[in-house]
Every structure is written in C-alpha cells, then in structure tokens.
C-alpha cells in the first residue's frame, strides 16, 4: 500500500507563489502550480484537490481550500451582502479536507476568523498561522503534530451556521515566538 501525504492547504493572498517556493525549499513537499478561480463549480474543486492528493512526497500543499466557497457565503453572510450559505453548505458537504490549515496571519476577517476561531477552535493542532513566506510554510510544516481531526465538511457548514465571530480562537499576534507561548482559545491555558 503506498502512503499517503499529509494534505496542506496554505491560505494567503499570493498562495500559489509561496506554495511553489516551499516546493523549492524541501525535498518533501510538493505543491500543485494553481488555486481553482473564482467562480468555478464545486466539482471542479474537488477535481483539482484530486489531483493534490494523488501526490506522492510527504507533504502535499495546495494553495487554495476546497471550502472556499463554503468561506465566501459564511463571510458574505456575516457582511449582509448575500445569503448563500446553505446552498454552499449543501453543496460542500462531503468534501474531503485538508489534514492542515496554513493560514497567513495577516488574513482579513472575516475569512481570518473562519481559520482563526471557528476552525482552530474545532481541531487547534490542525489550523496554523505563518508569516506569508515560503519559509515561514517549511517551519510550520516542521511543528505540525497530530491531534484531534478536522470534523466534516458537512460537521463544519453546522457550525458556520452559527459560529459568531470574536468568541474563540488563535491569538496570531504571537506567530514567530516560542510555541508554548501561543495563546489558546479563550479562556484555557495552553498545554503546548
């Protein structure tokens, strides 16, 4: 049986960019050249986070995430600007996900809260911020540790149904310092 990569999805303004250097830099990573565009169907999503996962090295990062849109209702939502949020979670509910989320620490809400709070808070050793380099992907990549998983695609869309901002979360402001001073979500000590 051939082993399977850990699936890395890297979130930030220039993904593809830093993703590609971070192949660059490590023997173990590869990373796939392109984020599906806006406006491309789900199943054109899941067809290219196929292609992420039929990748053989230890790390596979993509640089885009295959809830994306799921993302875009819950934020337009929150905004007032639309409310396609059920139609998108129907629509992603079974999507594989990510065993990881890099996330870029300068990520704007409400899409930095989507990672930053909501996710962190369902699995904290599966959702990390870095400083938006190539780098900054590598020595994250290095701290990964196994812990809870991510729950389900469908299992996250029932959280974002109700998921207030502000109330949960990574403290980003402490990316770059020890690792066992990293903040943990409201209210509890960090075990780290």
Do not use: C
Request: hydrophobic share 45%; aromatic share 6%.
């Amino acid at each position: 049986m051939a082993a399977q990569a850990t699936l890395v999805s890297v979130i930030a303004a220039k993904a593809v960019e830093i993703v590609v250097a971070a192949d660059e830099l490590a023997t173990n990573v590869h990373a796939i050249d392109r984020a599906p565009d806006r406006g491309e169907d789900v199943s054109s999503v899941r067809e290219l986070w196929g292609a992420v996962k039929r990748k053989p090295p230890v790390y596979a990062l993509a640089p885009f995430d295959p809830l994306r849109q799921l993302v875009e209702a819950w934020s337009a939502r929150l905004v007032g600007t639309t409310d396609d949020l059920e139609l998108m979670i129907g629509l992603t509910t079974g999507v594989e996900i990510p065993d990881f989320y890099l996330v870029d620490e300068r990520t704007p809400a409400p899409a930095g809260a989507w990672y930053f709070e909501m996710l962190y808070s369902e699995a904290p050793r599966r959702v990390h911020a870095f400083d938006g380099t190539a780098q900054g992907v590598i020595r994250e990549l290095r701290a990964l540790r196994a812990g809870p998983e991510l729950p389900s695609a469908g299992r996250i869309g029932e959280r974002a149904r109700s998921f207030i901002p502000g109330t949960v979360g990574l403290r980003t402001t402490t990316v770059g310092t020890d690792r066992s001073q990293r903040a943990a979500p409201a209210g509890q000590r960090s075990a780290e």
